[in-house]
């Protein structure tokens, strides 16, 4: 929280400018504070300008019993789900190791009772943003479905919605033939599925670049190209942040949002954030007789870990998880891994070249849960990172739970996400 002194209108540094670092200088600037945002690139230039624009709430951690076992059987194959590039890289492999460790029934549980209330919150703040702030982004809210093609897939599925439905969550199982009745561009393949209606889509560039236009309006200031070198502390207190090239910029609190990457300022803290780099990929394929279908509504392809986005011209093919270091090399297997899947699910898929292909970081937590929160130690800084494949998902809520700590004006609601609970 700020200095009592600074409470009528602290000024507050937020690292890193991609969806939850904007969300939460939003709603920094929304409970009126004065707020800087420092990107060392653009904005959204990590995760959060290609992804699979769903906002699903509600599901399981990645870590799930089995998920160890299923990793080793894929994790060599460049066209699997999941994929680990064969190298030397001695924290990947902590973190894998410690990622087996919440591989337990009793963690999933924990998990879900954690997320899936924010989940409920964060679609809420979607709602209201989007209409308050008068955003355009095809934002649209009528779920999607969890499509299988093989009966264990559909018993997962099944499972998963038995986990969140006790929290409020609506999920519907649904045969072959209904599912052919709502989505007729379905092959043979896909045997079933389990449709979430509290769901949202979106084009989540759009989203992002709207959102800072509302921050900015609010009072933010976004900054590009600036790289954030340390956290200033005195006497036990942040005071602002070091730049590249010497400059400094002064703060009454600081928010690390760096995604996978600048994670090195939390540490030279004291905190260890066990997060690592999982790119993920999309394709966007043009809508048309020799291109994507036209989908009614998005749906993920359970067995290939694929989201399929209809967007106003393409079908956005987005997914896959590889654990490579921090790099953005594109690689083609796993590119066509997403038009290959695509296809099985959906044979009338033609040979229309990709209007867009991208790659980017997700930051994957080792116990698959946000990091959201104070530091241990320190007054004055905070971090929101580690929240994987559902950045976009925990955005808003993500952004309203950090301004109500640092502004202390609202129920932070931050158990079980603190930075600290590593160790």
Request: include cysteine.
């Amino acid at each position: 929280m700020v200095a009592a002194s600074t409470v009528s209108a602290p000024r507050v540094v937020v690292v890193g400018g991609g969806v939850i670092g904007i969300s939460c200088a939003y709603y920094l600037a929304r409970g009126g504070a004065r707020v800087v945002v420092l990107e060392r690139e653009r904005l959204g230039a990590g995760a959060s300008w290609g992804n699979a624009g769903t906002a699903t709430p509600g599901h399981p951690p990645l870590n799930r019993p089995g998920r160890v076992a299923q990793g080793i059987r894929q994790m060599l194959d460049p066209t699997s789900p999941l994929y680990v590039h064969p190298s030397w890289n001695p924290a990947l492999w902590r973190w894998l190791i410690g990622f087996a460790r919440y591989c337990t029934q009793e963690h999933v549980e924990r998990a879900v009772g954690i997320m899936a209330p924010l989940g409920m919150q964060s679609l809420a703040l979607f709602d209201q943003l989007i209409v308050e702030e008068r955003i355009e982004c095809e934002y649209r809210r009528e779920g999607y479905y969890d499509v299988c093609a093989t009966e264990a897939g559909l018993g997962e599925a099944r499972h998963e919605a038995s986990l969140i439905a006790p929290h409020g969550y609506k999920p519907e199982t649904l045969d072959r033939d209904e599912l052919v009745r709502r989505e007729p561009a379905l092959g043979p393949h896909a045997i079933g599925a389990v449709f979430h209606p509290e769901a949202s889509s979106m084009d989540p560039a759009r989203f992002l670049e709207q959102l800072a236009r509302a921050a900015e309006r609010r009072g933010v200031e976004l900054r590009e190209g600036v790289e954030v070198t340390s956290v200033l502390i005195e006497g036990g207190r942040a005071t602002g942040v070091a730049l590249a090239g010497g400059g400094i910029e002064r703060a009454d609190a600081v928010v690390l949002a760096t995604g996978p990457l600048g994670l090195e300022l939390a540490r030279r803290l004291g905190t260890r954030i066990p997060v690592q780099p999982g790119k993920g990929y999309h394709r966007d394929i043009p809508i048309g007789p020799n291109g994507a279908p036209h989908l009614r509504i998005a749906c993920v392809l359970n067995e290939a870990s694929v989201f399929c986005l209809p967007m106003e011209t393409v079908v956005r093919f987005a997914g896959t998880m590889e654990f490579s270091g921090a790099n953005r090399v594109m690689r083609r297997p796993r590119l066509e891994q997403l038009t290959r899947a695509g296809r099985l699910y959906f044979p009338k898929i033609g040979t229309a070249r990709p209007v867009s292909e991208w790659c980017g970081l997700r930051p994957m937590s080792v116990d698959g849960l946000p990091i959201v929160g104070p530091l241990p130690g320190v007054e004055g800084v905070s971090v929101a990172t580690g929240h994987g494949m559902l950045g976009l998902t925990l955005a808003p809520v993500t952004g309203q739970m950090i301004a109500n700590h640092v502004l202390a004006t609202g129920k932070a609601r931050l158990e079980g996400l603190s930075p600290g609970r590593f160790g």
